[in-house]
């Protein structure tokens, strides 16, 4: 069953389309891989699934609720950490999640949790300003998962991080299905992330998408089309060259 459907989802800024007829279908308790380069449209799409920005056409259901008639009661289930996390630095990690859990009106139990979770339980007393980048993602993902939701939508969460925090990083994404019964929509410019923490990917080109399933799938549509599948990496920077060629003869 799916969590998230999209329909035709599309928004434009003038002439230019940040995403196009983009048709998404994310099932309950996966993690999800939104894949695609820089500027692809992979934040603006993540952002209007958030209420952020409207969308200009088409339309989205989360959890069976439609947008924007319901956009209160979707939100409630949804935590998210989108364009990197911000926070008080004057303030220790402990104290702004107690932010959080106040807006949230939840248990302060909630804060301890969500710092157990993310391994910040011995930092907590120390000022966010002081946090490595590392820990800054930490806390962003403490911040999204505090009150526990049914949907996290992740924008880029191991971006700038180094290959041993990235690796605790997607260690933790990959355990939150089972663990709180979640679903994540998790972004990525770099598909040997995804490949390793996604049940199933969506590959988004200048706001149009190219591929949606799962890597095997993946792999049997680049070998139809000639690309390489040695490297999963190949495969997809072969598929968006591909596309970036093809919209240049159409120009």
Do not use: W
Not at 26 to 55: C, D, E, H, Q, W
């Amino acid at each position: 069953m799916n969590i998230i459907e999209t329909k035709n989802l599309t928004k434009r800024y003038g002439d230019f389309h940040a995403v196009s007829e983009v048709n998404l279908h994310i099932k309950r308790g996966s993690v999800y891989g939104f894949l695609g380069p820089n500027g692809a449209g992979k934040s603006t799409a993540m952002k209007m699934l958030l209420g952020l920005t409207r969308p200009t056409s088409g339309s989205f259901t989360i959890n069976g609720k439609t947008y924007p008639e319901n956009r209160i009661a979707i939100l409630k289930n949804i935590g998210s950490f989108i364009e990197g996390p911000a926070f008080y630095g004057n303030l220790t990690g402990e104290e702004n999640l107690e932010i959080v859990q106040r807006i949230l009106g939840l248990p302060s139990s909630a804060v301890s949790e969500a710092l157990e979770i993310t391994g910040l339980t011995k930092a907590k007393k120390k000022l966010a300003k002081k946090y490595s980048l590392g820990m800054k993602q930490r806390l962003g993902l403490a911040s999204a998962l505090i009150g526990k939701p049914s949907i996290l939508i992740l924008d880029e969460p191991t971006n700038g991080l180094d290959p041993v925090g990235i690796h605790e990083i997607r260690s933790l994404i990959r355990s939150l299905p089972e663990k709180f019964d979640c679903t994540v929509l998790v972004s990525s410019h770099l598909l040997s992330e995804i490949e390793l923490m996604a049940d199933n990917i969506g590959i988004l080109n200048q706001g149009k998408l190219l591929f949606e399933g799962q890597l095997e799938e993946l792999k049997d549509k680049a070998v139809k089309l000639g690309y390489p599948v040695d490297h999963l990496e190949d495969t997809f920077l072969a598929m968006i060259d591909a596309d970036n060629k093809e919209r240049g003869n159409l120009q």
